[in-house]
């Protein structure tokens, strides 16, 4: 009875784990909605910019303006990428959800402790047994 009272409440989906998992997600959740928010305010602020035609310098010629008098240099059939951009691409993919919460694994947990309750449960019963059998047999 008593294995069976810590699976439901440390093991079961209602369980002391399966809450603690929860509001880890919960958490973490949370913080990327509050990320997410922050780049989100952050874009309506450049898009306001932009519709009032206020342009960064980097925004300019990061489109392909290229300044009167300034040199360029064309490189064939080679693909070059910023090292600006992939790392923005890394921050948006662990931002978004690249991520995955450090929690643990319930399923497991309770497999094994199905596996412990059987073993100690088939030892309880080898000793009554046994017991009754040596006693039998005085």
């Known amino acids: ?12 989906d209602t369980g002391f784990l399966e809450r603690r998992n929860l509001q880890k997600k919960k958490y973490i959740l949370t913080e990327r909605i509050q990320k997410l928010q922050i780049m989100n305010r952050d874009l309506e602020l450049r898009i306001e910019q932009y519709s009032k035609g206020n342009f960064t310098l980097s925004d300019i010629l990061d489109s392909g303006y290229v300044p009167v008098g300034s040199t360029t240099v064309y490189l064939e059939n080679l693909q070059l990428s910023s090292f600006k951009e992939n790392k923005e691409d890394k921050e948006k993919d662990s931002i978004i959800g690249g991520e995955k919460p450090n929690v643990l694994d319930t399923e497991s947990l309770r497999i094994l402790w199905a596996v412990f309750s059987v073993f100690v449960m088939l030892i309880i019963f080898s000793r009554v047994y046994f017991k009754e059998n040596m006693g039998a047999k005085h």
Do not use: E, P
Not at 1 to 12: A, I, P, W
């Open 1 to 12: 009875m008593f294995l069976l009272g810590v699976y439901v409440f440390v093991f079961s």
